[in-house]
């Protein structure tokens, strides 16, 4: 998909879906009537809730297969060293991700060529909006070099205990080899639960062996731990909620109507992704809309998102940008490292954070659109806290 595609990454609808699916029914009723309150006589304009993800991820390239390679025995050095653990007093604002929050410590490219018979390559994001890494979590992905995704490893972790009730429902590998599109395994120790998935064309390898390298170097590193949420926190909204809430198409100033969208490739309506959990836990939600006539718009909104937002200055591309009401925001490009075809404004009220995205395309919402309706989000949603 290129920069002049009008539509949004399949990976990023599948989040959205994941992140509105996982919010209904985790509203409670009290709050549903105190946002009811706050919203008067507003129009619910949409009803319809969509997904969008960490499908795989978090979320959603389609995976092709590859040819078997025989399983060795590995090992992995994870550079940087580790440094001393010791208590961290923003860890309780920011989380706490596993392997020091370094892809690389978890497993080396090298390792990972070594695994699939190619040279490999980390496909880092250009940022991150917090919803994961707030959960203690952390998603890496490493292709084949050059290529898009022929041969292609996903790897997941978070705390056991964020994941352990929704154990039951994550996905499944459908199984290795020739006929399957991918191979996934997951497991817990000490603690920490991995979920790997690998694909390539020709066959699906069972990645077994990198999930063991990977839960050696765990221990090198302080437990993973979830951010401790706060009474500033947003509560879980869904999408009814968001758009019974928010004039949506008064802030953009165009008709708008909720996006549809699958599941993500491979998985069932019932299946849960890594990428859902933060959605899952109520820690984030969102929309996908359609604004008239094409343009497709991401909300996407991160209880806590804030702590993360000082990383943004230093994004390639990223401006600090000016909102009504005096809040931080900053435009950002597309941080998907394999399509780039979006841009983003994000608005942070100090606690917590909302992301609005558009395409890159001519007649698409303007960035002093998207940040209105950024500051509508915050308003409505910080009517319910306190």
């Known amino acids: 998909m290129g920069v002049n595609d009008d539509r949004l990454s399949a990976g990023e609808q599948n989040e959205l879906r994941a992140l509105v699916t996982a919010g209904a029914g985790r509203m409670r009723a009290a709050k549903r009537r105190r946002m009811q309150a706050i919203t008067g006589g507003a129009a619910v304009l949409l009803v319809a809730a969509v997904v969008g993800a960490v499908a795989l991820t978090a979320l959603g390239s389609p995976d092709r297969v590859a040819t078997p390679v025989e399983t060795t025995v590995m090992t992995n050095t994870p550079t940087p060293q580790p440094t001393e653990q010791t208590e961290d007093p923003a860890a309780a604002v920011r989380g706490v991700a596993p392997f020091g929050g370094e892809c690389a410590n978890a497993l080396t490219a090298g390792v990972v060529g070594d695994f699939y018979g190619v040279q490999m390559t980390l496909m880092a994001d250009a940022w991150s909006d917090g919803s994961v890494a707030l959960q203690g979590g952390l998603s890496c992905t490493w292709s084949n070099v050059p290529g898009y995704g022929e041969q292609k490893l996903t790897l997941w972790a978070y705390p056991l205990s964020v994941v352990e009730p929704y154990l039951a429902g994550l996905e499944e590998a459908p199984g290795c080899g020739a006929e399957a599109s991918y191979c996934a395994r997951s497991?817990?120790?000490?603690?920490?639960?991995?979920?790997?998935?690998?694909?390539?064309v020709g066959s699906s390898p069972d990645p077994t062996e990198v999930m063991n390298a990977a839960f050696e170097n765990a221990a090198q590193w302080p437990s993973a731990a979830p951010a401790a949420p706060t009474a500033q926190w947003w509560p879980p909204v869904t999408c009814d909620e968001l758009t019974a809430s928010v004039d949506i198409a008064g802030a953009l100033g165009m008709p708008v109507s909720v996006a549809e969208a699958s599941p993500p490739q491979g998985q069932s309506s019932t299946?849960?992704?890594?990428?859902?959990?933060?959605?899952?836990?109520?820690?984030?939600?969102?929309?996908?809309?359609?604004?008239?006539?094409?343009?497709?718009?991401?909300?996407?909104?991160?209880?806590?998102?804030?702590?993360?937002?000082?990383?943004?200055?230093?994004?390639?591309?990223?401006?600090?940008?000016?909102?009504?009401?005096?809040?931080?925001?900053?435009?950002?490009?597309?941080?998907?490292?394999?399509?780039?075809?979006?841009?983003y404004v994000v608005v942070s009220d100090g606690v917590n954070l909302v992301r609005v995205g558009t395409s890159l395309v001519d007649g698409s919402p303007s960035d002093d659109a998207l940040g209105e309706l950024g500051v509508r989000v915050i308003e409505a949603l910080n009517g319910t806290v306190g």
């Open 187 to 200: 497991e817990a120790r000490d603690g920490l639960w991995v979920y790997v998935r690998a694909s390539a």
């Open 271 to 343: 299946e849960i992704s890594p990428g859902q959990i933060p959605g899952k836990r109520g820690a984030a939600g969102g929309c996908a809309f359609v604004a008239s006539p094409i343009h497709d718009v991401s909300v996407k909104t991160v209880s806590g998102g804030a702590a993360y937002a000082t990383g943004f200055a230093a994004v390639d591309g990223a401006s600090p940008f000016t909102v009504r009401g005096g809040y931080a925001a900053w435009t950002l490009p597309d941080y998907d490292p394999w399509e780039g075809h979006n841009r």
